[in-house]
């Protein structure tokens, strides 16, 4: 079941904050997050576990909520290096640990 | 420490053809999986290789094969191609299979079926 993603676009200037959200129908064993730019391969930046456990990376960080089986990721004063398309891929309690993506959010940053 | 490397980069061919596409894994790594990425939509999961073996496949029909060499690298194959398997053909490895592993992925084969 393909995860589903909010909002599908964001347009920011820099310095400004994001957040970006991942629900699904299903319950969760975790989820990855992703950034790809336009031309280059998907890179990884975090996997949140079952737990309610938050990451950071940078100025960017995220949370799991297992109950309302969501994810959401916060661009804290964004930079322009944070344009891209963000993923989020689920894997399934129960499933084939084998992530479903979503369909990406568009994130633009400007000067 | 070269990442995950896929060839060729762009291909155009005609439907009913057939196309092989290549991936060597990141160093260190044994585990190949593949992803179809059509224009603005997120990876879908083609399947996944583990010590030669198809571990894992997604919801894609019998045309798209696959196979695993000993050194850990991997083909995609394609029969009968159809226009709508025109897309970005995206490679990713991982340490293992199983849950929770960081996948890294390739610059993807861009393939057009005219």
């Given amino acids: 079941q393909q995860p589903v993603q909010s909002p599908q676009a964001v347009i920011l200037r820099e310095g400004e904050d994001a957040v970006i959200n991942c629900s699904s129908s299903k319950a969760l064993y975790s989820v990855h997050w992703y950034r790809q730019k336009h031309g280059e391969a998907p890179v990884f930046l975090m996997i949140l576990l079952k737990g309610g456990e938050q990451k950071g990376h940078d100025k960017i960080s995220a949370s799991f909520n297992e109950k309302k089986q969501q994810s959401s990721l916060y661009l804290t004063a964004s930079q322009l290096s944070y344009s891209g398309t963000y993923f989020c891929g689920t894997e399934m309690s129960g499933g084939s640990y084998i992530p479903t993506f979503g369909r990406g959010t568009s994130l633009i940053v400007h000067p | ?114």
């Fill in chain 2, 1 to 114: 420490d070269a990442g995950v490397t896929q060839s060729p980069t762009h291909l155009i061919k005609t439907r009913g053809q057939q196309v092989t596409l290549r991936c060597s894994p990141k160093s260190g790594h044994d585990t190949v999986s593949w992803y179809q990425q059509a224009l603005g939509q997120g990876p879908q999961f083609i399947f996944q290789y583990y010590e030669e073996e198809e571990r894992q496949r997604g919801n894609f029909p019998d045309r798209f094969s696959g196979h695993q060499f000993p050194n850990y690298s991997s083909e995609l194959n394609v029969n009968a191609l159809l226009l709508g398997d025109s897309a970005l053909y995206l490679c990713a490895s991982s340490l293992e299979p199983g849950p929770n592993e960081k996948l890294f992925f390739g610059s993807g084969t861009q393939l057009s079926v005219l």
